[in-house]
């Protein structure tokens, strides 16, 4: 398989060069495409050195399979005429709520990945839905779930490397006194949590807690009521989510626990006792989804709470594209 990143100096663009160096993709040449001002510069793959390639002269007949890595605006612009060339994965927004589109979690929803030959585009879900939905689908196929309430708790690296960059600078001067200025962030982001990520839409939601409604809906199950509420904490790597599941059916707690350590992708550490938990920086650098405090709501028999951690820029973004390329590759290539 020839293979192509576009975006690949990036943060996903780069991790997802370091998934697809332990993958068992038997890759023949990869392409490592980006803007003008990185065209040149080289970055190391299995022992070889690849140059960079500028997005405007790329030809994308190179590769069978391309994974556009490097936002909306991009995806827009170059994914329809990559798709004439290339089966395309695009980890950005925008083809993700487009009918004949497949927006694909693994472990949730691979029987719909075969619909991405209506387009050859397949999109990668928004990071914390992904972790949600890996955590929710095998106790919605056991209890059917009825409504979700999810608070999102979201590190800084999901905005990309210049917030991550300002979290440690705002740090640094707030720890030594200096005046903080805030580029990224529409308040300061050092020692601080902001309730609002994306733009605002209707009804005071924003464009991500809509993001996760209606993803979510689309992956799962568009009968099952969602609310949501997004906020950015000054952590640098890894989203949390405090997670609300009311069910239809009546269930036992050790039968959730049970069912969530024998899932694809899950792994439940839920002790009751101090540290018996995950944290997001225990889960940097992990291909797991960590689920924790798994307890009975009190105020519903019918619903209980859990908190998800994942790496955003692994399971939430470059890992889940790279699963997806390797069934990809299963299933329709031969190999």
């Known amino acids: 398989m020839n293979l192509a990143i576009i975006g690949a100096t990036g943060n996903v663009g780069r991790k997802t060069i370091e998934i697809l160096e332990k993958s ?11 803007s003008e001002k990185s065209e040149g510069k080289k970055i190391k793959f299995r022992g070889n050195e690849i140059q960079i390639q500028s997005l405007e002269k790329y030809d994308f007949s190179n590769s069978q399979i391309t994974f556009f890595a490097a936002g909306s605006k991009i ?22 709520m487009d009918k004949d589109v497949p927006l694909i979690v693994p472990e949730v929803n691979l029987d719909k990945l075969v619909t991405y030959k209506k387009k050859n585009i397949i999109a990668n879900p928004n990071c914390s839905t992904i972790q949600m939905v890996v955590a929710l689908k095998p106790l919605h196929d056991q209890f059917k779930i009825k409504r979700v309430i999810v608070s999102t708790y979201q590190s800084v690296s999901g905005a990309g490397k210049a917030p991550m960059d300002e ?18 962030f529409t308040k300061q982001i050092a020692f601080n949590l902001i309730p609002h990520i994306d733009e605002f839409v209707d009804e005071g939601y924003t464009k991500e807690e809509q993001k996760m409604i209606k993803e979510t809906q689309k992956i799962l199950d568009n009968k099952i009521k969602i609310t949501a ?34 899932s694809d992708g899950c792994k439940v550490l839920d002790e009751r006792k101090d540290g018996g938990y995950i944290t997001p920086l225990e889960a940097e650098n992990s291909y797991l989804t960590f689920i924790s405090r798994i307890r009975q709501d009190s105020s519903n028999d019918k619903a209980l709470n859990m ?13 889940n594209t790279v699963q997806i390329a390797e069934e990809l590759i299963k299933k329709y290539y031969g190999k």
Do not use: M, Y
């Not at 068992?24 to 980006?34: N, R």
């Not at 060339?85 to 083809?95: A, G, L, Q, Y």
């Not at 890894?238 to 239809?248: L, W």
């Not at 908190?307 to 890992?319: H, I």
């Open 24 to 34: 068992k993709i038997k890759i023949s040449e990869l392409f490592l495409v980006a």
């Open 75 to 96: 995806a827009e612009k170059w994914v329809p005429k990559a798709s004439k060339k290339t089966v395309v994965i695009d980890n950005s927004k925008f083809f993700r």
């Open 167 to 184: 979290l440690v600078n705002q740090s640094k001067d707030f720890l030594s006194g200096k005046k903080i200025n805030s580029k990224n």
């Open 229 to 262: 509420t997004c906020v950015r904490v000054p952590v640098l790597v890894s989203h949390s989510e405090s997670i609300n599941v009311e069910f239809e059916k009546s269930f036992d707690i050790k039968d959730v626990k049970d069912i969530l350590i024998k």
């Open 307 to 319: 908190w998800v951690v994942s790496d955003n820029l692994l399971k939430g973004a470059a890992l």
